[in-house]
């Protein structure tokens, strides 16, 4: 317990659970006092719990970025020079009149990078009055669930992540503000990555491997690889490990990529979804 009075305890205390096995949510929590004055017990409780969900926020970019940088190091996304004065923030928009959306496909954030974000910050700025929920899985559960010899299996085998598996850059672009001249060139990133991996703050595998971003183990084919990779992708869909998070207006969410893989939900056609975007590495590794 700190000088303020304030315990892990007692804060997820204040919390609603979003699924037996990750996530909290907020209603009467601001995120940045707890930034400010209890920033240890709020890591602790993402790192515990996975994902924190905090309801009627500040969501200005000042806010955003300094709530950001006080995680660790602010990454920039290779796709979009980020808002006006604020590159980190990415803004991504669905028109009312885009069928496609952005993210569909279930994913960790930029796997496909060499040293990939472990933390996403996303805040609602204009959401659809039903839809456009975000679904996320527990990785680290999936990976409990798995056989010892798929677990070892994944836990030794490197896997090749790509940014254009299903969608180039330019069709990334058109749900992003301020698209960088890589986006416009259709320009794709390579990364290779453990199958699984190892949380490095907590030592919990994770399944690693996604949907998205990979494309086949290092050591196999393509075609070798997809029996094995489309079984891990429809694993990670069971409902034991899932939940919904409903978006509103000035919620903010983050999340921790090494425990949690997730997707956007396209069911909203006809409503405009304004979200902004940072990715963070952890300053505590």
């Not at 069709?171 to 453990?194: D, G, Q, R």
Request: charged share 20%; no cysteine; net charge negative.
């Amino acid at each position: 317990m700190n000088s303020h009075g304030l315990s892990l305890a007692s804060l997820a205390s204040e919390a609603k659970p979003l699924a037996p096995s990750f996530g909290l949510e907020f209603t009467h929590q601001s995120l940045a006092n707890l930034v400010s004055n209890h920033f240890h017990e709020l890591y602790q409780a993402l790192i515990r719990h996975k994902l924190l969900i905090f309801r009627k926020q500040d969501t200005s970019p000042k806010q955003l970025i300094q709530i950001a940088k006080a995680m660790g190091e602010v990454q920039r996304y290779p796709f979009s020079s980020g808002i006006e004065d604020y590159p980190e923030i990415v803004e991504i928009r669905k028109e009312p009149t885009q069928q496609n959306v952005f993210s569909g496909v279930w994913h960790i954030d930029s796997t496909y990078l060499d040293s990939p974000p472990d933390f996403t910050l996303l805040a609602a700025k204009q959401t659809p009055l039903v839809g456009g929920d975000t679904v996320f899985s527990d990785a680290q559960k999936a990976f409990s669930a798995l056989s010892e010899g798929m677990q070892k299996f994944l836990l030794a085998e490197k896997a090749e992540y790509i940014s254009n598996k299903f969608q180039d850059a330019g069709k990334k672009a058109s749900h992003l503000v301020n698209f960088t001249e890589i986006a416009m060139a259709n320009t794709y990133f390579s990364a290779s990555h453990f199958a699984a991996k190892r949380h490095e703050e907590t030592g919990i595998p994770a399944i690693y491997v996604n949907d998205e971003h990979t494309s086949r183990f290092s050591s196999m084919s393509t075609e070798e690889s997809a029996p094995i990779l489309n079984y891990l992708f429809r694993h990670l869909t069971r409902d034991e490990f899932t939940a919904r998070v409903q978006w509103e207006n000035d919620t903010i969410v983050i999340w921790d990529n090494r425990g949690l893989q997730h997707h956007a939900v396209n069911d909203y056609f006809g409503e405009l979804r304004v979200m902004h975007r940072l990715i963070i590495r952890s300053g505590q590794r």
